[in-house]
C-alpha cells in the first residue's frame, strides 16, 4: 500500500485503504476491554487538534484515540489563540509547523480548509469536518458500526437518511460510503434541505410513510442545522418535529420492524428525535461513539506523516 500523508475525503481512499482502516480498528476496539488500553504504537509523535468550530463527540475521540496510541496531545483552542487577533489559517500552521507536530486534525466551517492545509505542512491533516463537504472519520465509523450489527457484509441492506441532508458533511461521506459498500440509500427532508445534485438513483421521500413503505434496515437522523442557514429553510421546529420527526409513534413502528436507529450527535430532542429514541433498544448512537475512537486510532496509526503521497492537491 502506497503510504498516505493526509485523510481529506472519502472518494480518495482505495478499497484497499478502507479495509485497511476498517479491519484494523477491530483489534484496537478490542484493547477497550483490558484494564490498560493503551499501545505504544505512536509514543514520541504529537497530535493537534485543531478546531475552529464546536465539537464535543470528534475533538475528543481523536484525543482519547492519540492518548490510546500514547501519543501526545495538544489542543489548539481557536476563541483564546491568535486567530481572534486575525491570523490567518496559514500564518498559524506555519506557527504550528515550526513546533513540528506530526498529525493536525482541523475542523473548519469553509469547505477545502483542510485541503490548503495539507498542502503546506509535511504533518498528516485529517479532516474533522469541513463545511458542508466532509466528515470522513464519521463516514469510516458509521461503516465499521453498521459492518459490526450486519455482520460485515452490507451489500443488500439499506438506510434512509432523515433531516437536513443539505447541510449535511456527515451525509455527504456517510451516504457515500454505504454505497461504495453495496447499501441503498434514501433521504427524507423539506424539498428545501435535500441538495440538488442528488443523483436520480437515491429515493427523495416526502413522508415517513414512503420511507416504512421501502423497509429501511436503518434510519439515519440528522440533526436541522440552524446555524448554517442564512435564511429559514423550514418554516417552524415545532412543525418541522411533527411532519419529519422521529416520534413515539413513528417509533413504535421503527420498533415493530426491528429498524436501527443511528445518529451521528449532537441530538436536538424534540426535534429531529424524541427522548424515547435515545433508550430504544436498538438506537445505535453510543455504539457510534465508542467506535469512533477505535476507528480514529486506526487512521492515525495507517497515516504516514511526511510521506508525498495525497498531499491534498
Ligand atoms: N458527529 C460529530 O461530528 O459531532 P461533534 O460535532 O460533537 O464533533
Not at 30 to 49: E, I
Request: charged share 20%.
Amino acid at each position: 500500500m502506497t503510504p498516505r500523508k493526509d485523510l481529506l475525503d472519502i472518494q480518495s481512499l482505495t478499497d484497499e485503504e478502507l479495509d485497511f482502516i476498517l479491519t484494523n480498528a477491530v483489534p484496537f476496539k478490542n484493547l477497550f476491554k483490558r484494564s490498560v488500553k493503551k499501545v505504544p504504537t505512536l509514543r514520541g509523535r504529537t497530535v493537534l487538534t485543531l478546531f475552529y468550530e464546536p465539537s464535543t463527540r470528534t475533538r475528543s475521540s481523536f484525543e482519547v484515540a492519540a492518548s490510546r496510541l500514547s501519543a501526545d496531545v495538544i489542543n489548539f483552542s481557536v476563541n483564546t489563540s491568535s486567530v481572534v487577533k486575525g491570523e490567518s489559517v496559514l500564518d498559524t500552521i506555519s506557527t504550528l509547523e515550526a513546533m513540528r507536530t506530526d498529525y493536525v486534525v482541523v475542523r473548519h466551517g469553509m469547505s477545502g480548509i483542510p485541503n490548503l492545509i495539507a498542502r503546506n505542512t509535511t504533518a498528516s491533516v485529517i479532516n474533522a469536518g469541513d463545511g458542508f463537504h466532509a466528515h470522513p472519520t464519521q463516514a469510516l465509523l458509521d461503516v465499521f458500526t453498521l459492518k459490526e450489527v450486519f455482520g460485515g457484509d452490507l451489500r443488500g441492506s439499506r438506510i434512509a437518511f432523515i433531516g437536513d441532508i443539505q447541510h449535511s458533511r456527515v451525509a455527504r461521506s456517510t451516504n457515500l460510503l454505504c454505497r461504495r459498500m453495496g447499501m441503498s440509500t434514501a433521504m427524507l427532508a423539506p424539498g428545501s434541505l435535500i441538495p440538488r445534485d442528488t443523483p436520480p438513483e437515491i429515493a427523495a421521500f416526502t413522508n415517513w410513510d414512503q420511507v416504512f413503505a421501502w423497509k429501511p434496515d436503518v434510519i439515519y437522523l440528522l440533526r436541522v442545522q440552524m446555524e448554517r442557514q442564512n435564511v429559514p429553510f423550514i418554516p417552524s421546529i415545532g412543525e418541522y418535529h411533527r411532519i419529519y420527526g422521529l416520534t413515539d409513534e413513528r417509533l413504535k413502528r421503527v420498533r415493530d420492524s426491528g429498524i436501527y436507529v443511528m445518529h451521528p450527535g449532537p441530538v436536538n430532542r424534540g426535534v429531529e428525535l424524541n427522548d424515547s429514541v435515545m433508550t430504544y433498544e436498538r438506537c445505535l448512537i453510543n455504539q457510534q461513539v465508542e467506535n469512533g475512537i477505535a476507528v480514529r486510532m486506526s487512521v492515525l496509526y495507517w497515516l504516514k506523516p511526511g510521506s508525498v503521497e495525497g498531499t491534498g492537491s
